[in-house]
């Protein structure tokens, strides 16, 4: 997972995902994109805003043992320690969690990648 604190021109997040072939079929690969959004969907209150992060699922994964459960135990951790890094990032530029900051060069450098 790669998450990129960007300027925060809108106050949205967003997510978006690479689903290799090397991980199955195209019904394979949709079931893992459809498990993983509804995963995020259900977390989405952990998700601070101006954030882009992009999952991409490693080859290991099996996709017939993937569940709503078994994406939950891989994606929170994750979604916390996102969050934990957000706030900590905005307090050291003085913004407020939620809100755009007003320097766009000190956001310009606040990217970070988090491994999962």
């Given at each position: 997972?790669?998450?990129?604190?960007?300027?925060?021109?809108?106050?949205?997040?967003?997510?978006?995902?690479?689903?290799?072939?090397?991980?199955?079929?195209?019904?394979?690969?949709?079931?893992?994109?459809?498990?993983?959004?509804?995963?995020?969907?259900?977390?989405?209150?952990?998700?601070?805003?101006?954030?882009?992060?992009?999952?991409?699922?490693?080859?290991?994964?099996?996709?017939?043992?993937?569940?709503?459960?078994?994406?939950?135990?891989?994606?929170?951790?994750?979604?916390?320690?996102?969050r934990e890094t957000a706030f900590s990032l905005r307090?050291?530029?003085?913004?407020?969690?939620?809100?755009?900051?007003?320097?766009?060069?000190?956001?310009?450098?606040?990217?970070?990648?988090?491994?999962?």
């Amino acid at each position: 997972m790669f998450v990129y604190f960007r300027i925060p021109e809108d106050l949205d997040w967003r997510v978006g995902m690479a689903v290799t072939k090397k991980i199955g079929k195209a019904v394979v690969r949709n079931r893992v994109k459809r498990v993983l959004r509804e995963c995020i969907r259900l977390n989405q209150a952990l998700i601070p805003s101006a954030l882009d992060i992009v999952i991409v699922p490693k080859r290991h994964l099996n996709p017939e043992r993937l569940t709503l459960l078994s994406a939950n135990l891989e994606i929170l951790p994750v979604l916390e320690i996102i969050r934990e890094t957000a706030f900590s990032l905005r307090a050291h530029t003085g913004e407020s969690a939620d809100c755009p900051a007003s320097n766009e060069s000190s956001s310009r450098d606040s990217r970070t990648g988090v491994s999962a």
